[in-house]
């Protein structure tokens, strides 16, 4: 547990390199999962940053010194990849939050869908769907 921590920490490193679309916002979602909202930006931008995402990933060394509490290096390579679902919401100027919320919950849906459907076809790529309302 203690490495798979040191790893997400490692992890948001590579995110913060990734990204460089202007108003970014970065979560941790779940486990090992995050999600990022990239705002005004169209599918195929998406994908690019997507993709880039996922090829640093994959060739990063995770723990490659030490780590925790002087723990010694794993180098990590080609362990931790990142299998990565896009889709893109265009949000119409809605005031009404009872109107706003399912449509961010179905959203939500499809790119978790889009990310499994990533790990189904083997994982370490990038899956993008559109949103379907």
Do not use: N
């Given at each position: 547990?203690?490495?798979?921590?040191?790893?997400?920490?490692?992890?948001?490193?590579?995110?913060?390199?990734?990204?460089?679309?202007?108003?970014?916002?970065?979560?941790?979602?779940?486990?090992?999962?995050?999600?990022?909202?990239?705002?005004?930006?169209?599918?195929?931008?998406?994908?690019?940053?997507?993709?880039?995402?996922?090829?640093?990933?994959?060739?990063?060394?995770?723990?490659?010194?030490?780590?925790?509490?002087?723990?010694?290096?794993?180098?990590?390579?080609?362990?931790?990849?990142?299998?990565?679902?896009?889709?893109?919401?265009?949000?119409?100027?809605?005031?009404?939050?009872?109107?706003?919320?399912?449509?961010?919950?179905?959203?939500?849906?499809?790119?978790?869908?889009?990310?499994?459907?990533?790990?189904a076809k083997g994982k370490n790529r990038v899956?993008?769907?559109?949103?379907?309302?």
């Open positions: 547990h203690l490495a798979g921590s040191a790893v997400l920490a490692e992890y948001g490193d590579v995110l913060r390199e990734a990204v460089t679309h202007p108003g970014a916002t970065m979560v941790r979602y779940g486990g090992d999962e995050f999600a990022l909202l990239f705002p005004k930006c169209s599918q195929s931008q998406g994908e690019k940053i997507a993709e880039v995402i996922r090829a640093q990933t994959e060739k990063r060394i995770f723990l490659a010194g030490p780590w925790g509490s002087g723990q010694p290096p794993l180098h990590l390579s080609k362990w931790i990849t990142a299998s990565v679902g896009v889709c893109t919401l265009t949000m119409k100027d809605h005031s009404d939050k009872q109107l706003i919320d399912p449509l961010l919950m179905k959203f939500l849906s499809q790119v978790d869908k889009a990310m499994y459907e990533a790990k899956v993008s769907v559109a949103f379907v309302e």
